[in-house]
């Protein structure tokens, strides 16, 4: 298929092609060349794999994987694609293997040779891995980890014994130990500027997604030309067109997580038959569908997965202690047997339901020529479920949400359902509301939406929205220039709650009043040149350390039963670092706040100096290689970073744990539509996924100080590269 590859000075692909088959071949083809490690990876974890070719580091990844029926959804999806768009997915793959028959050997499958033995063996992608790629990108980006944590907390306080933890209410616990705040892997930024509020009279659009940062990256710049369209923007290695980031020259658009409640946890009440299982739901014992999955382990000794699917859909948590939660105010009295049963969690996944992943709407999205375009492209939007900006050339600016939501009250979002009671049955999918169209400025950051029909979720980021809404509201004219100040902000309310509890604390020693003061004395800036950043580090660090030892919170460190591939979620530092705030208030609960404030205060003054913010918060990104024994990890440099986790420059730590950021802004995006050329975009990393290369993370200074670098449209500036022999024509 003919196809032309330019780069330009950041090494960044501008693929052009005489039609839209033959574009998105070469899309394929240049992605796995740019990214040919992360394509290789992310089609192992899409199709359950990962153990094949990492050894036991990759186990607990297949596990989850297989239970949640990833592969098998992302299999359906594609099977059920329109003539058109399944030509347009095939034409990619095979631009895909195509690239990896001729890209060099990746660094790190000789690192893993070196380390494991033997050789990594690859073979073609199938057809449906785009999906696949795609599927696991997303699949623990909803809520529905976020309610497996609810649940166990529930479960935990109530078997504890702690007479704090079992005389509270359920869902005050809940939101004590799952504040607002962002979850342990996503989060973002975005804001559009009408015409009205710039100096070009073009609205503007910018932004920032936050995700664990990983390396290489989980976003990749390109520019996508044929004769239909020539738009550019941020793909996923591995999954054809734009779907969350674009400009079209005439449309544009970007995305934030609406933190809605999409995937839904049931619990289900298992019982063995002579046969497999049943599942209790509404109308007794039925039948559950049971399948295996043999995962190899390189280095070790295969394993089956036993794979559960119920009504409601696949069991993706066992284990857990017979009727340790069957509760009798649960059931009606009767209807279910005392003994016998295990208890398990199930997970309705949008995709899984309904054989969709939204990928009929990629294509439109390319030939999007306005706001209105783009909103009609993600009519059929799936998962996750996102807050979209989009505007046009025309100066229509339109703010909305795309994908499928649950339709339950606010209550019935926070912990699992009940499999066996019908006012929990399945429903069909809550309807969105029409486009708004914006006339000033809008804001989207995760944040608790101001119009009720915008509310989809439970758990919302607090500061980060309004923080952005006071610096837009700033100046009355904005140029793409200016909006450095916006994404580089590092003010952090938190903070500012946080030091309500040092106020009027008394008995402190000299040397812990004078880190209080200097604290208050604080303009709440996580600036990398800031010392009271570092202190207010220090301090936060120290009260969880001694907020995690607390009864009521040993107490949840009870075994979570969701596998190892949920941790993050489980984990007691990240959890109470994030709820300081609300747990040193909580004297009913046995915690003696001011005692463990003055504590760490005086802990903290005992310590040699400790330097500036950004003398240790430094970048850490995650590697797949860094779970494998004994091998070398790709590394980058270590550059101060200002911010934190819930700035708008987010560079979020694990306090107590590790200063340094494992996850941050992904991408930095300004669309300009008045001249596409004035656009910038940046990545933390590069455009190769090749340590080798020179572009692997040569705009990790850049991207340091919160900057971008710039889009360039003009053909001529840009340089054409040799393809091998037999490519691209």
Request: proline letters at 8%; hydrophobic letters at 45%.
């Amino acid at each position: 298929m003919p196809f032309e590859v330019f780069r330009d000075a950041w090494g960044v692909p501008h693929v052009r092609a005489s039609d839209e088959l033959a574009l998105a071949h070469g899309q394929g083809w240049v992605t796995a060349r740019d990214r040919t490690w992360q394509v290789q990876t992310d089609r192992w974890r899409a199709e359950g794999r990962l153990a094949e070719h990492l050894g036991e580091a990759g186990v607990a990844w297949d596990v989850v994987a297989h239970r949640l029926r990833l592969p098998d959804t992302a299999q359906r999806a594609y099977a059920a694609l329109g003539d058109e768009d399944r030509a347009w997915v095939d034409a990619y793959t095979a631009g895909v293997n195509a690239g990896l028959a001729s890209a060099p050997r990746p660094v790190e499958v000789d690192e893993l040779d070196r380390v494991l033995g033997g050789t990594t063996l690859d073979d073609p992608w199938p057809a449906w891995a785009p999906l696949g790629v795609f599927l696991v990108d997303h699949a623990l980006f909803s809520t529905f980890p976020r309610v497996l944590w609810h649940d166990h907390v529930v479960r935990a306080a109530r078997h504890s014994g702690h007479p704090g933890l079992t005389d509270v209410d359920p869902l005050d616990l809940v939101r004590l130990f799952d504040p607002a705040s962002d979850g342990p892997s996503s989060g973002s930024n975005a804001w559009a500027l009408h015409g009205a509020r710039t100096q070009s009279g073009a609205p503007l659009l910018a932004g920032d997604p936050h995700r664990v940062l990983e390396l290489p990256g989980p976003y990749q710049q390109i520019r996508l030309a044929c004769p239909q369209y020539d738009v550019l923007g941020l793909a996923f290695p591995g999954v054809p067109g734009l779907p969350h980031f674009g400009h079209t020259g005439g449309a544009a658009w970007g995305i934030t997580n609406a933190a809605a409640h999409a995937a839904e946890v049931y619990r289900e009440l298992l019982s063995r038959v002579d046969h497999g299982w049943e599942a209790l739901g509404p109308d007794g014992f039925e039948p559950v569908e049971r399948t295996s999955a043999h995962v190899l382990v390189r280095g070790g000794e295969p394993l089956t997965v036993d794979v559960l699917e119920t009504a409601r859909g696949p069991v993706v948590v066992r284990g857990m202690p017979p009727g340790r939660a069957i509760d009798q105010d649960d059931v009606t009295t009767g209807a279910v047997p005392q003994v016998g049963l295990e208890e398990a969690r199930s997970v309705r996944l949008q995709p899984r339901v309904e054989a969709d992943l939204g990928f009929a709407s990629l294509r439109p999205l390319l030939r999007a020529r306005t706001a209105h375009d783009v909103a009609a492209a993600l009519a059929g939007w799936v998962d996750p479920v996102n807050r979209v900006l989009a505007a046009d050339a025309d100066g229509t600016v339109l703010a909305f949400d795309a994908g499928l939501v649950a339709d339950r009250e606010p209550d019935d979002r926070q912990l699992p359902l009940r499999a066996w009671d019908p006012a929990h049955a399945p429903r069909p999918w809550r309807a969105l509301t029409p486009p708004r169209e914006v006339t000033d400025v809008a804001v989207d950051a995760n944040e608790w939406p101001t119009a009720a029909d915008r509310d989809h979720g439970s758990v919302y980021a607090p500061d980060r929205a309004v923080r952005l809404a006071h610096l837009l509201a700033e100046r009355p004219v904005w140029r793409v220039a200016d909006l450095i100040d916006v994404h580089g902000d590092t003010h952090w309310a938190g903070a500012g709650r946080l030091l309500r509890h040092v106020v009027d604390l008394d008995g402190l020693s000299p040397a812990g009043g004078a880190v209080r003061d200097h604290l208050l004395a604080w303009d709440l800036h996580m600036d990398a040149e800031s010392p009271q950043a570092a202190l207010l580090a220090d301090l936060r660090a120290a009260l969880v350390v001694r907020l995690v030892a607390e009864p009521v919170v040993v107490a949840l460190a009870a075994p979570h039963h969701a596998g190892p591939a949920f941790d993050a979620w489980f984990s007691l530092w990240g959890r109470v670092g994030a709820a300081l705030d609300g747990l040193l208030g909580r004297a009913d609960l046995g915690i003696d706040g001011p005692a463990h404030v003055r504590a760490a205060l005086e802990e903290v003054a005992a310590r040699p100096d400790g330097g500036t913010w950004g003398g240790r918060h430094t970048v850490l990104p995650a590697h797949v290689l860094a779970d494998v024994p004994g091998a070398h990890v790709p590394a980058v440099p270590a550059l101060p970073l200002g911010g934190d986790q819930d700035t708008v420059r987010c560079t979020g730590t694990v306090p107590g744990v590790t200063d340094r950021a494992f996850r941050g802004s992904v991408a930095r995006w300004v669309w300009d539509l008045g001249d596409r050329s004035r656009s910038r975009w940046g990545v933390p990393f590069g455009t190769s996924g090749d340590p080798r290369s020179p572009h692997f993370a040569d705009q990790h200074p850049t991207w340091a100080v919160a900057g971008t670098v710039e889009v360039v449209t003009d053909w001529e500036r840009l340089t054409p590269e040799a393809l091998p022999a037999g490519v691209g024509s």
